[in-house]
């Protein structure tokens, strides 16, 4: 059974940066597409990253495109989104998700496991 456990989620200032972790056990890492979506209070899930399974392939949304990095560690199963000058709008529960597929897509329903989800609160 596949299980992702996500770390690193915190209450920071604007302007602050987090670095979270999705570690992913149960079958064999690079099957995987990684990514990570978020989805604050009263609003949708909504895509913010992915990487595909070699990590040649990256996708952001437009919010976070320069700030944000995703990478990956096939070796230690471990996916990573670092976070950099952190904004009110980017508080959320971030959820890391995978996907058994050589490429990554930015809707939610095509994700196939997810995590259970971190918090990041930004304050101003």
């Known amino acids: 059974q596949v299980r992702l456990v996500e770390s690193g989620g915190a209450s920071v200032q604007a302007g602050g940066s987090l670095r979270l972790s999705c570690v992913l056990s149960?079958?064999?890492?690079?099957?995987?597409?990684m990514g990570w979506f978020r989805q604050a209070p009263g609003k949708e899930r909504e895509f913010v990253a992915a990487?595909?399974?070699?990590?040649?392939?990256?996708l952001y949304t437009d919010s976070v495109k320069g700030r944000f990095t995703i990478s990956r560690d096939n070796a230690k199963a471990t996916a990573s989104l670092q976070m950099n000058n952190l904004k009110p709008d980017d508080t959320a529960i971030y959820y890391c998700?995978?996907?058994?597929?050589?490429?990554?897509?930015?809707?939610?329903?095509?994700?196939?496991?997810w995590g259970q989800g971190t918090q990041v609160t930004v304050s101003s």
């Open positions: 990487i595909n399974w070699n990590g040649d392939m990256t």
């Open positions: 149960g079958r064999s890492f690079v099957s995987f597409g």
């Open positions: 998700t995978a996907i058994l597929s050589t490429v990554v897509v930015r809707g939610p329903e095509d994700w196939d496991y």
